[in-house]
């Protein structure tokens, strides 16, 4: 099990401390230091079932700096815009060992990432 994890985010430490304890073992990726690569995301969006626009914070400066509100629904490009802008991305993600993906914002994401 993994948690991209941004400490500063109160969800997602929340996410980290009901990992912790439930007591799962777990590695932390701290992903705006440690960014996915295109074939990172690329998988974790396949297994969250998700486009790389639904996991966008479209409030963050570098959306409103980028206009990624007028942007058309190219996969390819918002992936690449995700990852050199890690911060963009919602948080946080739980990649389980069974090969789902969850993003755990909510009390029963998380329950649903640990079930």
């Given at each position: 099990?993994?948690?991209?994890?941004?400490?500063?985010?109160?969800?997602?430490?929340?996410?980290?401390?009901?990992?912790?304890?439930?007591?799962?073992?777990?590695?932390?990726?701290?992903?705006?230091?440690?960014?996915?690569?295109?074939?990172?995301?690329?998988?974790?969006?396949?297994?969250?079932g998700?486009?790389?626009?639904?996991?966008?914070?479209?409030?963050?400066?570098?959306?409103k700096?980028?206009?990624?509100?007028?942007?058309?629904?190219?996969?390819?490009?918002?992936?690449?815009?995700?990852?050199?802008?890690?911060?963009?991305?919602?948080?946080?993600?739980?990649l389980?060992?069974?090969?789902?993906?969850?993003?755990?914002?909510?009390?029963?994401?998380?329950?649903?990432?640990?079930?």
């Amino acid at each position: 099990m993994e948690i991209w994890h941004n400490p500063r985010c109160s969800k997602s430490r929340a996410a980290k401390q009901a990992l912790e304890a439930a007591g799962p073992e777990y590695a932390e990726r701290r992903y705006l230091d440690q960014p996915p690569t295109p074939a990172e995301l690329d998988d974790v969006l396949v297994r969250l079932g998700m486009q790389p626009w639904e996991i966008t914070r479209m409030n963050e400066p570098v959306a409103k700096e980028l206009g990624l509100a007028t942007w058309e629904h190219d996969r390819e490009r918002w992936i690449a815009a995700l990852v050199a802008h890690p911060v963009l991305i919602q948080r946080p993600i739980v990649l389980t060992d069974d090969g789902r993906a969850v993003l755990a914002r909510s009390p029963e994401e998380i329950a649903e990432a640990l079930g």
